[in-house]
C-alpha cells in the first residue's frame, strides 16, 4: 500500500483578488491547494487579520511544523508596513510575532512577489541562475530582483515598486498611468474601455483579440508600454534572465512575441537578458515562504 505523504508545510498567498492555501511535504512537494475569494472577509480594515487567523486555524493539522504566509503590501522584516488589505489602521503590524505565539509554530512572512522569486531561485526557471528578476503580471504589476541568491529587498523592503512609477500614453492624448493600472490585467481592461467605451476583464479582451479591432489595439499598447518597462529592468538591474509569472502568463502566447522583438530591437546587446522565460510553478508564493 502508497504511503500517504504527510502535510508538514502549511503555506498562504494573501492577495487581492484570492487567497491560496497549499500544503506541502517535506521535500515541498505540493500535497494539495485550494482558494478562497479575498473580497469574502473585511478587506481595508484590520479585522482582516483575524480572518486570516481563522482560515489558518481550520486549516491547521497536527503535522504542520512551519506556516509561511505570503502578502501583497510592504513587508519588512516579519511586519506588514503597509497594505491595502488591512487599511489605514493596519500598518506595522508584527504579523510574524503574533502569529507565532498564537499557533506555538514558526511563522515566516513575505511578500508575495519576493516569495514567488525564492520560490523560482529554488525550484524554477531561476535555479543556478546568477542573477534574474522576476516578473508578476498580474491584476497589478511588480517585480521582484534576485543577485546571486538573495533577494534585493532595500531600505524598508519597497524594492521593487518600480511598478509606482507613471508612464505619458501619448496614443490616449499624452494621459498618465501609473505602471500599475496601465501595463497589467486592470491595465489592458483600463485601456480598452478608453478606446472602445465598453468594459471587458484581461480574459475577455485577449479572447477577442482574434475578431475585434479595438481588443488588438489595446493588446498592440500593453505590449509596447511591457517591453519598454523591461528595457528600463535590464539597465536598472542587468539581469541574466527575466522569468514571467501572474495570472497574465496564459496570454503569453498572444503577447509576448511581439514584446519581445520589440525588446530585441531596442535594447543594446549589452544590457539584453539573456532569456525571457514563462514561470512554470505552481502555488509558486506559498512554496517560496515554506521554504
Given at each position: 500500500m502508497k504511503k500517504e505523504n504527510k502535510a508538514v508545510y502549511?503555506?498562504?498567498?494573501v492577495g487581492g483578488t484570492k487567497i491560496e492555501l497549499a500544503e506541502f511535504d517535506e521535500n515541498f512537494r505540493l500535497i494539495k491547494n485550494s482558494f478562497l475569494p479575498t473580497n469574502e472577509f473585511r478587506v481595508g480594515s484590520i479585522d482582516f487579520i483575524?480572518?486570516?487567523?481563522?482560515?489558518?486555524?481550520e486549516n491547521l493539522k497536527q503535522s504542520i511544523r512551519r506556516i509561511g504566509i505570503s502578502f501583497k503590501g510592504s513587508i519588512n522584516k516579519g511586519i506588514i508596513v503597509h497594505s491595502s488589505l488591512l487599511g489605514k489602521e493596519g500598518g506595522n503590524f508584527l504579523l510574524e510575532q503574533k502569529f507565532s505565539q498564537k499557533f506555538g509554530l514558526p511563522v515566516k512572512l513575505e511578500n508575495d512577489v519576493n516569495a514567488m522569486a525564492i520560490a523560482e531561485g529554488k525550484?524554477?526557471?531561476?535555479?543556478g541562475v546568477g542573477s534574474f528578476v522576476l516578473l508578476n503580471l498580474g491584476t497589478g504589476i511588480r517585480i521582484s530582483a534576485c543577485c546571486e541568491g538573495k533577494i534585493i529587498r532595500g531600505h524598508g523592503g519597497n524594492a521593487g515598486e518600480i511598478c509606482q512609477k507613471q508612464i505619458r500614453v501619448s496614443e490616449l492624448g499624452d494621459k498618465i498611468y501609473p505602471v500599475?493600472?496601465?501595463i497589467s490585467g486592470k491595465g489592458i481592461a483600463n485601456v480598452y474601455a478608453e478606446i472602445s467605451g465598453k468594459n471587458l476583464c484581461a480574459r475577455e479582451i485577449?479572447?477577442?483579440?482574434?475578431?475585434?479591432?479595438?481588443?488588438?489595439?489595446a493588446v498592440?499598447?500593453?505590449a509596447k508600454y511591457l517591453s519598454e518597462f523591461l528595457i528600463e529592468i535590464c539597465y536598472f538591474y542587468d539581469p541574466e534572465m527575466i522569468i514571467i509569472n501572474g495570472s497574465l502568463k496564459k496570454a503569453a502566447h498572444i503577447f509576448l512575441p511581439e514584446v519581445i522583438?520589440?525588446?530585441?530591437?531596442?535594447?543594446s546587446i549589452f544590457f539584453q537578458a539573456k532569456k525571457i522565460e514563462i514561470s512554470s510553478?505552481?502555488?509558486g508564493p506559498c512554496l517560496g515562504v515554506v521554504s
Open positions: 502549511l503555506g498562504l498567498d483575524k480572518s486570516i487567523e481563522g482560515v489558518i486555524a525550484f524554477g526557471q531561476g535555479q500599475d493600472d496601465f485577449f479572447e477577442a483579440v482574434a475578431y475585434d479591432k479595438k481588443a488588438q489595439e498592440a499598447l500593453f522583438r520589440r525588446y530585441e530591437q531596442n535594447t510553478l505552481e502555488s
